[in-house]
Structure formats: structure tokens, C-alpha cells
T-cell receptor, first 118, second 116 residues
Framework: GAVVSQHPSRVICKSGTSVKIECRSLDFQATTMFWYRQFPKQSLMLMATSNEGSKATYEQGVEKDKFLINHASLTLSTLTVTSAHPEDSSFYIC??????????????FGPGTRLTVL | AQTVTQSQPEMSVQEAETVTLSCTYDTSESDYYLFWYKQPPSRQMILVIRQEAYKQQNATENRFSVNFQKAAKSFSLKISDSQLGDAAMYFCAYRSAEEYGNKLVFGAGTILRVKS
């Protein structure tokens, strides 16, 4: 299957700082990427859908000024957590849409980024 | 809006035995996709199996098979000959087949423990 990478895998930052997480599709182009948040032993919560060259679509309840998403190329989307606070500590996962053959598109997931805000 | 329900927070199975994980969903659409994803301790999401709603035949992938009951809106996963490496959290997910249907709707997950 297609490969999606995330960087960094772990990040620890001080409260009030901003953190950028990168999501890359390594062997395919992705016009659409997704950002999820996951708390321990819970399901994935979709935060936003990122479309190349246009503004992201945020899910209800997700602060777009807090979680800035940029999808500037067909292989890269970034999530910036601005003015991070301890409650933003979580596991963030991205996925990318691979168009595949005959409309059978799939989402492939990155390995995730663990953010800890002190 | 579509919802996905996994009623088993945790399940255990003896190595080499068979286990079935349950999933039900609610939708008013007739065309959609259903998935089972595995999330091992590494937290990397892995697609286990995919089912297209218009196909009556149940999907199978080696030791993994599904029982898709469209009328009952049920989509269970059967793991045969369970292995230690099957221990993980399993998520059932729904996706609309409509053009706008980008989103995956996930269930709450089932933790599967495999005993040696």
C-alpha cells in the first residue's frame, strides 16, 4: 500500500509555544489529507479535511485559529498547533487519500505524532 | 448522520482460536463502504479488510473475514487461527460512496487480547 509519513513522531513543548506537524505522502499525490486526534484507548476524532490549494474544512467544535492547516503541495500537509496548552496534548494522526484505480480510493494513515505540552 | 457502534470494549481469545468482533452502523444511504482497521501498540493504523455495500459476497483476507448483513446493518469481523500479533485495537469504519463522501466514521474500537 501507499506510504504516509509524519514528522516529528514525538514532540514536547512548553505551554504557549507553537508546534508544526508535517504529513507527507511518499509515493503518491494526495489532493486530500485528513487530520485526526486520538486520546488513549479512544477512537480517532476527525479534526479537519485538508485540500491542496484551498482552505481546510474543519469539523464542528475544532478551533481553526488554534489548529492551522496548510496543504500547499500534493504531497505535504502541515498542522500547526498554535499557543499550545496542556489540554492540547494528544496523539495526532494524518491520513492521505490515494485515488487508486477505477475510483477505488483509499485512505492511508501516517504513524502519528505524540504531542506533550508542559 | 451516520454512526458506527462497537459494543465490545474488550475481547480476549486464545492463540489459534477464532474470535468475532461486532459492529453495527446506522445510515440512510444505500451505497457505502465498510472497513475494519487494526491499530497495534505502535499506533499505526492498518487496513484489515474492506467491504463494498453493493457486493453481497463477504470480503475475506487470509485469516480475516467479515459477515456483512446489509439489512441488519451489521458488519462483524472474524479472525481465525488467532496469533499473538493480532493483539491490537480494532476499529470498524463507514464511508459514504457519494462523491462528497471523504470522511471515515469510526466506531469506538475493540481491544483484542490474544492469550498464549
Amino acid at each position: 500500500g501507499a506510504v504516509v509519513s509524519q514528522h516529528p513522531s514525538r514532540v514536547i513543548c512548553k505551554s504557549g509555544t507553537s508546534v508544526k506537524i508535517e504529513c507527507r505522502s511518499l509515493d503518491f499525490q494526495a489532493t486530500t489529507m485528513f487530520w485526526y486526534r486520538q486520546f488513549p484507548k479512544q477512537s480517532l476524532m476527525l479534526m479537519a479535511t485538508s485540500n491542496e490549494g484551498s482552505k481546510a474544512t474543519y469539523e464542528q467544535g475544532v478551533e481553526k485559529d488554534k489548529f492551522l492547516i496548510n496543504h500547499a503541495s500534493l504531497t505535504l500537509s502541515t498542522l500547526t498547533v498554535t499557543s499550545a496548552h496542556p489540554e492540547d496534548s494528544s496523539f495526532y494522526i494524518c491520513s492521505a487519500r490515494d485515488e487508486g484505480l477505477a475510483g477505488r480510493w483509499e485512505q492511508f494513515f501516517g504513524p502519528g505524532t505524540r504531542l506533550t505540552v508542559l | 448522520a451516520q454512526t458506527v457502534t462497537q459494543s465490545q470494549p474488550e475481547m480476549s481469545v486464545q492463540e489459534a482460536e477464532t474470535v468475532t468482533l461486532s459492529c453495527t452502523y446506522d445510515t440512510s444511504e444505500s451505497d457505502y463502504y465498510l472497513f475494519w482497521y487494526k491499530q497495534p501498540p505502535s499506533r499505526q493504523m492498518i487496513l484489515v479488510i474492506r467491504q463494498e455495500a453493493y457486493k453481497q459476497q463477504n470480503a475475506t483476507e487470509n485469516r480475516f473475514s467479515v459477515n456483512f448483513q446489509k439489512a441488519a446493518k451489521s458488519f462483524s469481523l472474524k479472525i481465525s487461527d488467532s496469533q499473538l500479533g493480532d493483539a491490537a485495537m480494532y476499529f470498524c469504519a463507514y464511508r459514504s460512496a457519494e462523491e462528497y463522501g471523504n470522511k471515515l466514521v469510526f466506531g469506538a474500537g475493540t481491544i483484542l487480547r490474544v492469550k498464549s
